[in-house]
């Protein structure tokens, strides 16, 4: 959908290039992320993407064709663009900055408005805010308003600048979600720009590794790019915990049946309840009300019962869904003191049990 073939960018006045012979090509419906150090020409690769700055070498096609063959401002509307920093219009209203786009195509008052409305809700913005201005929303809400305006005229491709360089973490997360939800509905080709190593491993089908003048260092999926970081500077980019950053690429529901793990069902006798767990290996069992998972209890405590279900229960401190990632399944066993993470699923339905062994079995698959 984008390729760029020997892409430059040599600004006046400068020696240096900032963007130097860059190859790359974005295919149709994925996200492809570039991160890198500052200064290293993400920005100014977007820019000649959408001719905000003209290429001084090489081509860049979009959808076949050499942008520039293109009309920049026909260009600008197929193209969505969130700037870094957000660059909302401050005297404009909210409603006004996200119909900047329709009201450049001319489209009627009624449709502009109807778009509006429906564009805040998909980004999780209370219509009320339309009247509002810029300086009146949070740095996240911002945020938000920048990437519907960009999504307004419905775009097939969209640049992000660092969309959510200016929020905290816990936002952050939750508009990574948002983008990825959105994303599965409608496959937009999007290159978004980033710092933060854990947002494009998150966010990208691929990332590329840009060094200083916009060298490629690589350009493969975050599996890829954890499991052979291609030079020393990735390997020194992707920063520590290479396995742990690998782990949070899958998720539990990746691991497929867990089994009925060192369970038994209350029912059970206490004899079956002791070989269950000794089978095991285990000094604890927990104990079943068919698919829920009551708790689990020292095997010790079951003597003098008949059975499992008749001696008290500790619940299990760490429940993951099937969505969690196999990180967040090594946090949960550390925290767990049977040293196990219990999945639960829909309506809370037992699933099964994560443990070490089957973590490891995953690792080196
Ligand atoms: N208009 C300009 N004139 C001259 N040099 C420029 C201009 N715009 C950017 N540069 C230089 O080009 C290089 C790349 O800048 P660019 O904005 O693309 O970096 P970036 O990777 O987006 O950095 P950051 O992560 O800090 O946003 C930098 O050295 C910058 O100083
Ligand atoms: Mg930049």
Known sequence: MIELDRATKVFPG???????????DVPAGEIVVLVGPSGCGKTTTLKMINRIVEPTGGTIRVDGVDVRRQEPHVLRRNIGYVIQQVGLFPHRTIARNIATVPRLLGWDADRTTA?????MVTMGLDPDMGARYPSELSGGQRQRVGVARALAADPPVLLMDEPFGAVDPIVRGRLQGELLDL??????????????IDEALRLGDRIAILNVGGRLEQ???????????ATPFVEEFLGG???????ALRTVGDLGDLGIGNCVQADATVEEAKRRAAE???????ILDGDRLRGWAWVSDLDGSRHAGDVDTTLFRVALSVDATLREAIDGLVRSRVGVAVVLGEDQ??????TLDRLA???VS
């Open 115 to 119: 778009r509006v409305d429906e564009l």
């Open 219 to 229: 350009y493969a999926t975050p599996e890829e790019i954890l499991r052979e970081p």
């Open 241 to 247: 915990e290479r396995g742990l950053r690998r782990l």
């Open 280 to 286: 095991s290996g285990e000094r604890w069992i927990g």
């Open 14 to 24: 400068t020696a240096a290039p900032a963007v130097d012979a860059l190859t790359l």
């Open 361 to 363: 079995q995953a690792i």
């Open 183 to 196: 994303q599965a509905r409608l496959r937009k080709t999007i290159v978004f720009v980033t710092h933060d």
């Open 349 to 354: 339905r037992y699933e099964g049990m994560v």
